[in-house]
């Protein structure tokens, strides 16, 4: 998610529970900060994916 407002309320739910920070907190969240980037790339790792590549969009677009 990119956003504080991108992701349902039970979307935000979950992914607070999943990285155990309460899901108030979302709201406050450095959007732009350094650690934004840092965050996720540890969500990605611990969670095993990775970011898309270009080849991923085009095999979704074709289906």
């Known amino acids: 998610m990119r956003t504080p407002a991108a992701g349902t309320k039970s979307c935000r739910a979950y992914v ?7 899901a108030e907190d979302w709201a406050s969240y450095d959007w732009q ?5 840092r965050h996720r ?3 990605r790792t611990a969670f095993g994916f990775r970011e898309s590549a ?10």
Do not use: N, Y
């Open 16 to 22: 607070a529970q999943r990285v155990k920070v309460p």
């Open 33 to 37: 900060g350094r650690a934004v980037t």
């Open 41 to 43: 790339a540890e969500i």
């Open 54 to 63: 270009e080849e991923d969009q085009e095999s979704w677009r074709s289906g």
